[in-house]
């Protein structure tokens, strides 16, 4: 990948300036044994049962509260898998090819959590760059190479909104959070 002045390339180093104003608010505390299964997951990132599947089998986004061990397990994905694969979508309806999104994929795992919610992914099309500065972002346009931006911190807020009224799972519990008082006597009467 090409970089900028003022802007990385995913593939290299991470810079160490912060977003500022942009995103100024404090970031809620995630529950690492708290997660989502594979039909709310696609809800909240908006893809299909299979586009979920196929990233999970393929290694580009898998689930890391609880992986699938065999047929009947369900998987368990945390918000910040829900994040990755909604930034993934956004980033695969622009035109960002697969192999771009790898590399794009492999190094937001490198960050954590709240480092994520504090960049700005940018492409031109054929690569995809990391700003964590508005002047970064102004650089980059400036230059002529960025033509469209995602504000991870803002798919944060969106993936947030959405999962608030989804239910949950834990990763040691076998069955679902219930959401309705039916859902609760249907789990109380499977043996």
């Known amino acids: 990948m090409s970089g900028t002045e003022g802007s990385e390339a995913l593939a290299g180093a ?3 300036s912060v977003q ?16 989502y299964r594979g039909p709310t997951a696609c809800r909240a990132a908006g893809i299909t049962y299979r586009q979920l599947d196929y990233w999970a089998r393929t290694g580009l986004v898998e689930p890391t509260v609880r992986p699938a061990t065999g047929s009947g397990t369900h998987r368990l994905y945390s918000f910040r898998d829900i994040l990755v694969l909604k930034v993934v979508k956004r980033l695969l309806d622009t035109g960002v090819s697969l192999q771009q999104i790898r590399t794009a994929v492999t190094h937001l795992r490198e960050r ?3 480092d994520l919610a504090q960049i700005t992914l ?11 500065s508005a002047d970064e972002v102004i650089d980059l346009v400036q ?3 960025g033509v469209f931006g995602i504000a991870v911190g803002r798919v944060w807020r969106e993936v947030e909104g959405t999962l608030a009224e989804l239910p949950t799972e834990r990763a040691e519990d076998s069955t679902p959070a219930v959401a309705d008082e039916l859902a609760a006597r249907r789990a109380r009467n499977v043996v």
């Open 14 to 16: 991470v810079p160490q």
């Open 20 to 35: 500022g104003l942009l995103f100024g608010e404090e970031l809620p505390e995630l529950d690492a044994d708290e997660g």
């Open 112 to 114: 954590g959590v709240e």
């Open 122 to 132: 940018m492409s031109d099309g054929a690569s995809v760059y990391e700003c964590t």
């Open 143 to 145: 230059g002529g190479q």
